[in-house]
């Protein structure tokens, strides 16, 4: 596989609170975006935690995965481990109190890549020339345009579309989606936070990275559009071509 990534503050915010991790080890094809919420210190800290938790718990059982099912569930407990992690820091530190974070993981496993999720960043796949978003918005405006109540035109400048309505670290306990994917040969997952799913469309992102080799060059590319069309939140983005 073959990996771009790139981060920025975007064009608004004083702080990054998104964070990323990639595995650099072949033993754990691990990949993770995270993007905090809770105040400056607060967003920035639940987010690393979050990344860090998962990334060491899925290290430290991956012998163990001898299974499709063992894998998926172990993607489970390591978001839910990162969630207690989380909301137990926030209980007992007022200064972190009610932080949260998303959570949009892809975890390779044999031939399969699972996708782990929670809030509102979100896991794209490009294959055979067109896009699709594999992960479903844990957001308020996802719930009314489920609910009929909106057009999705509508969710682009509705005055509430920051309002998530799952995120890790913000509740004792914690739904987790997950995803099981087969990927073909030129494939490429995408994991991006809202900061570029919010000022990037999907035809748009589609065409950076369409017969583009150079994945990083793409990332880049994809983080000064976003820039480019408000950046008004921070802007992650990590690409993987099968």
């Known amino acids: 596989m073959f990996v771009g990534a790139a981060s920025d503050i975007g064009v608004v915010r004083t702080a990054n609170q998104d964070s990323l991790f990639i595995s650099n080890d072949p033993s754990l094809r691990l990949y993770i975006i995270a993007d905090g919420m809770g105040g400056h210190k607060a967003g920035e800290l639940a987010s690393s935690m979050a990344v860090d938790s998962i990334a060491a718990y899925l290290d430290r059982v991956k012998q163990t995965l001898t299974s ?24 007992e530190d007022p200064d972190c109190s009610g ?50 109540k ?33 990927p073909a040969k030129d494939d490429i997952i995408i994991l991006c936070s809202d900061g570029l799913s919010n000022m990037v469309g999907d035809i748009e992102l589609l065409s950076i990275f369409a017969d583009r080799d150079d994945l990083q060059k793409a990332c880049n590319m994809a983080i000064e559009l976003a820039k480019d069309n408000g950046g008004t939140d921070n802007i992650t983005i990590i690409a993987i071509r099968i």
């Open 68 to 91: 499709e099912v063992k894998a998926q569930n172990a993607v489970v407990e390591s978001i839910s481990i990162a969630n207690e992690a989380i909301f137990s820091r926030s209980s």
């Open 99 to 148: 932080m949260g974070t998303t959570v949009t993981m892809a975890f390779a496993f044999k031939n399969k890549i699972i996708i782990g999720h929670v809030g509102d960043s979100r896991a794209y796949i490009l294959r055979d020339g067109g896009i699709a978003q594999l992960t479903e918005d844990h957001s308020l405006v996802n719930q009314l345009i489920r609910e009929g």
């Open 150 to 182: 909106i057009t999705r035109q509508d969710a682009v400048n509705h005055p509430q579309r920051n309002v998530i309505t799952r995120a890790v670290g913000t509740s004792e306990d914690i739904e987790v989606d997950t995803l099981i994917l087969k």
